[in-house]
């Protein structure tokens, strides 16, 4: 999901589906769905915590 992060999961974006993850872990999302998730964790106001796999969001 971010480049200098090795702790994300694999995101293919293919005709209008988003994948996140790779097989037995695997979330299909719409576009529009993938937009909302995009735009939700860019406007967490402190972000994730520090000791988050999802650190690397932090602004």
């Known amino acids: 999901m971010?480049?200098?992060c090795t702790a994300c999961p694999?995101?293919?974006i293919a005709g209008d589906?988003?994948?996140i993850g790779e097989a037995?872990?695997?979330a299909v999302l719409k576009k529009d769905e993938w937009n909302l998730l995009v735009d939700l964790i860019q406007s967490a106001p402190a972000?994730?915590?520090?000791?988050?796999?999802?650190?690397c969001f932090r602004r």
């Not at 972000?47 to 650190?55: A, C, L, M, N, V």
Request: proline residues 19%; glycine residues 10%; charged residues 25%.
């Open 2 to 4: 971010c480049p200098a």
């Open 47 to 55: 972000g994730p915590p520090r000791d988050s796999p999802f650190s």
């Open 10 to 12: 694999e995101v293919v």
């Open 17 to 19: 589906e988003v994948r």
């Open 24 to 26: 037995g872990h695997l």
